[in-house]
């Protein structure tokens, strides 16, 4: 008598609930598989209660052959051999689907594994630029963040890690590999935009706070500032020529030279930049170095040459040449410096430095008459306009003065 669906079920059923005890249970339970599917064939009646006991039957047997290793299921290979099954009779050949799968997974962990640890050294840098600015509530924010970051990219590798993260997202353990892997990813993307975004926008706060910072008794404060401006967001040009700019006004002159020298790195057309540190040169008595920058000041990709430079900007065009002739005073080059600092004075007579600076190139070439006019029209020219005395060393106001009166006819 042929055996009713219901009792051909009933044997599957009783099978799989048996599987892994012995070899044998799982190969009862893939001829009982291959009862139904004969019953199936020959069009025995099938009530949907039934059907839908197979099918949920079905999908039990798929999850204990892909829950273990190929190797765990060998023997199956050994049945094939001997068998012969039809390739449609798919349960005979679960275990060569799950060394597909297991290949993906690998696949998988690869790729959440690499996206942890991109996770973490993002996170770890960001977390080190924070930490030398001061700025405490971040660095907070930044380590717990971190650990944050670090625990749930983590878990995504391990079976009970990713069991926790689904039941957080409320996920149904379907996927779970490359749910993790997509766990793993989005850490990835916010690290990524954390560390792109974040200090730079931090650094371009610290900025404005710097440029607002404008009582004199608070420039030790717009340092400070400008230092973590310039630490956040190293390639902005204008806070390390800002930065220079307060290091120069402190006396901080290899400070100063040095956040010159990175400015001009990052914007080879700056020519401010390439006089103001020219200048510092010239006051380190490093004239050779000064004449360079000033030569790489006129290149033909730099302002200088520019049409509208020269038409708009005679002040700068002061400064370069005021430097360049100091520098020239300084190698010796008497002629080509006084060329130089009497063009200076004609794009700008009032130009207190130039006329000193002339004044000692005339007294090197023994023009004591002119190196005298030169000290008187310097002095008047920061009487008329103290606003010049920045632009200036207090020592040259004093030698200036002590040549005149020792000489007050101009003998």
């Known amino acids: 008598m042929t055996p009713s669906f219901e ?40 009530q949907a209660s039934e059907l839908q006991r197979f099918l949920a039957l079905d999908e039990k047997l798929k999850s204990i052959i892909a829950g273990k290793k190929a190797e765990q299921w060998e023997f199956l290979g050994r049945w094939r051999n001997t068998l012969r099954p039809d390739t449609k009779l798919w349960w005979w050949h679960l275990d060569e689907h799950a060394a597909k799968v297991h290949a993906r997974y690998g696949v998988w962990t690869l790729l959440t594994s690499l996206s942890i640890a991109l996770s973490i050294a993002l996170t770890t840098d960001t977390f080190n630029t924070l930490k030398t600015t001061g700025t405490s509530m971040l660095f907070v924010f930044t380590t717990f963040f971190q650990t944050i970051v670090t625990l749930a990219s983590g878990s995504a590798l391990t079976e ?57 008794g608070d420039v030790s404060k717009a340092i400070t ?81 520019d049409p509208l430079f020269k038409v708009f900007a005679k002040d700068k065009q002061y400064f370069l040449h005021l430097y360049r002739g100091w520098a020239n005073a300084g190698l010796k080059n008497y002629n080509q410096a006084e060329r130089g600092l009497r063009f200076a004075t004609r794009l700008r007579k009032d130009g207190a430095s130039a006329h000193y600076i002339l004044g000692t190139v005339y007294g090197a070439k023994g023009e004591k008459l002119n190196e005298l006019d030169e000290y008187r029209i310097f002095i008047k020219c920061l009487e008329d306009n103290p606003g010049q005395r920045d632009e200036v060393e207090e020592e040259w106001i004093a030698a200036a003065r002590e040549a005149l009166r020792a000489n007050p006819e101009g003998d």
């Open 7 to 46: 009792e051909e079920l009933r044997k599957f059923e009783t099978a799989l609930n048996e599987v892994g005890a012995s070899d044998n249970t799982l190969y009862e339970a893939l001829v009982s598989r291959d009862e139904l599917e004969q019953l199936i064939r020959n069009h025995q009646s099938v």
């Open 160 to 216: 009970q890690g990713r069991k926790w993260l689904m039941g957080l997202a409320g996920f149904s353990e379907t996927g779970s590999r490359s749910l993790g892997t997509l766990l793993a990813f989005v850490a990835l993307c916010i690290s990524l935009l954390v560390w792109s975004c974040l200090p730079g926008m931090l650094g371009k706060h610290y900025e404005r706070v710097a440029k607002d910072t404008t009582r004199p």
């Open 225 to 305: 500032n400008y230092e973590y401006a310039a630490q956040l967001d190293p390639r902005n040009f204008q806070v390390h020529f800002d930065l220079a700019e307060k290091y120069d006004d402190t006396n901080q002159r290899d400070k100063a030279v040095r956040e010159y020298e990175q400015c001009i790195r990052l914007d080879r057309t700056n020519f401010e930049a390439y006089n103001k540190l020219s200048r510092l040169y010239n006051l380190r008595k490093d004239y050779g170095m000064a004449l360079a920058m000033l030569k790489s000041n006129l290149t033909t990709d730099s302002p200088a040459n």
